[in-house]
């Protein structure tokens, strides 16, 4: 069964420094999206992208993050110059055009230090 | 923010019994519901959805029903099984967007 993928599975980082987490969705889908969880907390909502551009994002998701399509398979999360609170569980999601499921993947554990 | 409330942080079912998970909502205008159950260190697997026209929906051991004039949906899962001990999550999508509202969790636990 189709799934998304996420890598890395862990990646500990600096404060200051620029990280890259990267989802492949499943391949038919349309519409992407990330998600966090910081620790003992809900699950919220970053960004959805359709059509290679952003279709919403919340409070969250300031000028510090920024999301990509480089080709046909990859979705790219990108944190500039990340911050402690940035540390949380980093859920990449797709969906195809015609259905209101949303597929997670196995998420990126972000630690920074 | 609590658009999506589960007030019940956690659940413990005898193996065989019903499990019901709860979650309240306030948005008047979220049309689509799903639950999800989660592992640790994994990404949540989705279980079942309704769509706000409806008011049951049933898929093998899983069913959710939606009131919507209580703003409250639950999931029953009848009989629970041991490997059904996760998190779950109910999640909302209101019909102007796409992202989606989670409540905070249960912990369901099946004692065998």
């Known amino acids: 069964e189709p799934e998304v993928t996420q890598t890395p599975s862990h990646q500990v980082t600096q404060m200051g420094q620029e990280v890259i987490l990267r989802c492949v969705p499943i391949?038919?889908?349309?519409?992407f999206y990330w998600y966090r969880q910081i620790l003992g907390q809900k699950v919220e909502f970053l960004v959805s992208f359709y059509n290679n551009e952003i279709s919403e994002k919340s409070e969250i998701f300031d000028d510090q993050f920024s999301v990509e399509r480089p080709d046909g398979s990859n979705f790219t999360l990108k944190i500039r110059s990340t911050k402690l609170e940035d540390s949380a569980m980093y859920f990449c999601?797709?969906?195809?055009?015609?259905?209101?499921?949303?597929?997670f993947g196995p998420g990126t554990r972000l630690l920074v230090l | 923010d609590q658009q999506v409330k589960q007030n019940s942080p956690s659940l413990s079912v005898q193996e065989g019994r019903i499990s019901i998970l709860n979650c309240d909502y306030t948005n008047s205008m979220f049309d689509y519901f799903l639950w999800y159950k989660k592992y640790p260190a994994e990404g949540p697997t989705f279980l079942i959805s309704?769509?706000?026209?409806?008011d049951k929906n049933e898929d093998g051991r899983f069913t959710v029903f939606l009131n919507k004039s209580a703003k409250h949906l639950s999931l029953h899962i009848v009989p629970s099984q041991p490997g059904d001990s996760a998190v779950y999550f109910c999640?909302?999508?209101?019909?102007?967007?796409?992202?989606?509202?989670f409540g905070g969790g249960t912990r369901l636990m099946v004692k065998p």
């Open positions: 999640a909302a999508r209101a019909n102007a967007g796409n992202m989606l509202t």
């Open positions: 309704i769509s706000s026209i409806k």
């Open positions: 999601a797709s969906k195809t055009g015609d259905q209101e499921t949303q597929y």
């Open positions: 391949s038919n889908h349309l519409y």
